[in-house]
T-cell receptor, first 110, second 113 residues
Framework: TQLLEQSPQFLSIQEGENLTVYCNSSSVFSSLQWYRQEPGEGPVLLVTVVTGGEVKKLKRLTFQFGDARKDSSLHITAAQPGDTGLYLCAGVPGTYKYIFGTGTRLKVLA | SQTIHQWPATLVQPVGSPLSLECTVEGTSNPNLYWYRQAAGRGLQLLFYSVGIGQISSEVPQNLSASRPQDRQFILSSKKLLLSDSGFYLC????????????FGSGTQLSVL
């Protein structure tokens, strides 16, 4: 069974602080995605990383795919209350299947 | 543009009752369709996926089943619900299957009492 473990599970920080969320697995993925989910809604895609070592930036969010394509990180600079939500990584081991991580619930306090 | 419809939004069912959740997609052809279940505030568990009409792959053996009677229709069913079936059920679609973006419905919150 392929598992994606995220850490931390919960994170509560003050506005303006930086944070990093980790997504780890013992399996290799052809690509990895990060989603953000609001309460009562479906997840929305933030980014897809494909190449080992790849780094992508989306405004204050920086995503990195591990060199061995088994792990990924999401770094948020100067967090804002609008960043609050559930962050989910999703690994694609081959075709069709998307394996989601355990989730990180982020709360940014004003 | 593509849209995904999932209903009902909330459902309260007694233990032992049947279940039918429906998901339809508009604006695309031959999508890959998915059913996920999510415990409160946690990650998504893949239940079923389908790459074509009548083609269902099951990821978790349990008392749930799925069917795809039409290209853009995906149905999640159960003959007898268990307490453990409670959760937030999400339908999603994607095209290509090679790590393309997944589009999710707004979900069904199922409470089995």
């Amino acid at each position: 069974t392929q598992l994606l473990e995220q850490s931390p599970q919960f994170l509560s920080i003050q506005e303006g602080e930086n944070l990093t969320v980790y997504c780890n697995s013992s399996s290799v993925f052809s690509s990895l995605q990060w989603y953000r989910q609001e309460p009562g809604e479906g997840p929305v895609l933030l980014v897809t990383v494909v190449t080992g070592g790849e780094v992508k930036k989306l405004k204050r969010l920086t995503f990195q795919f591990g060199d061995a394509r088994k792990d990924s990180s999401l770094h948020i600079t100067a967090a804002q209350p609008g960043d609050t939500g559930l962050y989910l990584c999703a690994g694609v081991p081959g075709t069709y299947k998307y394996i989601f991580g355990t989730g990180t619930r982020l709360k940014v306090l004003a | 543009s593509q849209t995904i419809h999932q209903w009902p939004a909330t459902l309260v069912q007694p233990v032992g009752s049947p279940l039918s959740l429906e998901c339809t997609v508009e604006g695309t052809s031959n999508p890959n369709l998915y059913w996920y279940r999510q415990a409160a505030g946690r990650g998504l568990q893949l239940l079923f996926y389908s790459v074509g009409i009548g083609q269902i792959s099951s990821e978790v053996p349990q008392n749930l089943s799925a069917s795809r009677p039409q290209d853009r229709q995906f149905i999640l069913s159960s003959k007898k619900l268990l307490l453990s079936d409670s959760g937030f059920y999400l339908c999603a679609w994607g095209v290509g299957g090679g790590g393309e973006k997944l589009f999710f419905g707004s979900g069904t919150q199922l409470s089995v009492l």
